[in-house]
């Protein structure tokens, strides 16, 4: 039986709709499906992806209200769609540390930049490429890892580089890592579901690559002990 997923988001959802072409595939044997989104504002993008998706989405908001009140909803709603697995992709809002402790070794997140640097409270989206070019680095690029009760400090489960380039812009660096974002994040999270061991040879081999465009699909798994 597949996996039930929930994914997190605030905003447009390409990270969501990247796990649902993956996982949700017509007529694929996916360890996995996405079958609930959780937005925390009317009107984002990730809610209007899930519709079209023929997903079942809710928005919980966070704003202004006490965290036990966000929590005990949150957990209701998981509860009710059966959900095993959490993917938060984009999501701007702390999660509750019940739903965390609830979901603990079973919610990931992907971050922008190569933890542990540049994470932490504050430290999403474009500040995160716009600290990278201050800081001169040479290589960045997206790390998943399991969410705990701080910022961007939980185990990690898969990061993959990718290079900073002569002339680059917060806005340039923020597409090339988004596009390597689409392609490690399903890949990491089907490994965690299946309990997949990683390459460690083929991880480095990536590190020491760095290649401009986004590593093939097959390169991914292979490295995540998929294939």
């Not at 796990?19 to 809610?47: Q, S, Y």
């Not at 040479?138 to 489960?157: A, C, F, M, R, S």
């Not at 089907?190 to 590190?207: K, N, R, S, W």
Request: hydrophobic share 45%.
């Amino acid at each position: 039986m597949s996996a039930r997923v929930a994914v997190f988001a605030s905003g447009g959802g390409s990270n969501l709709q990247a796990l649902v072409d993956h996982f949700n595939r017509p007529g694929a044997a996916a360890p996995a499906r996405v079958e609930l989104v959780i937005g925390d504002r009317p009107g984002a993008g990730a809610l209007e992806r899930a519709a079209r998706a023929g997903i079942e989405s809710r928005v919980i908001e966070v704003a202004g209200r006490p965290e036990e009140d966000v929590a005990r909803e949150t957990l209701a709603a998981l509860e009710r769609a059966g959900i095993r697995f959490v993917a938060l992709a984009g999501y701007l809002r702390r999660v509750p540390a019940d739903v965390v402790r609830a979901y603990h070794g079973r919610m990931t997140n992907i971050h922008p930049a190569l933890l542990p640097a540049f994470g932490g409270k504050g430290m999403y989206g474009m500040r995160v490429h716009r600290a990278v070019l201050d800081a001169g680095c040479k290589v960045t690029g997206p790390t998943v890892h399991l969410v705990d009760e701080e910022y961007d400090t939980g185990p990690i489960i898969a990061q993959w580089p990718v290079p900073v380039l002569p002339g680059d812009t917060p806005e340039t660096l923020a597409a090339r890592v988004l596009r390597v974002e689409h392609r490690l994040y399903p890949a990491a999270l089907e490994a965690l579901i299946v309990g997949a061991e990683p390459d460690a040879a083929a991880m480095a081999a990536a590190f020491c690559g760095c290649e401009t465009e986004p590593p093939a699909p097959e390169e991914i798994r292979r490295a995540l002990g998929l294939d």
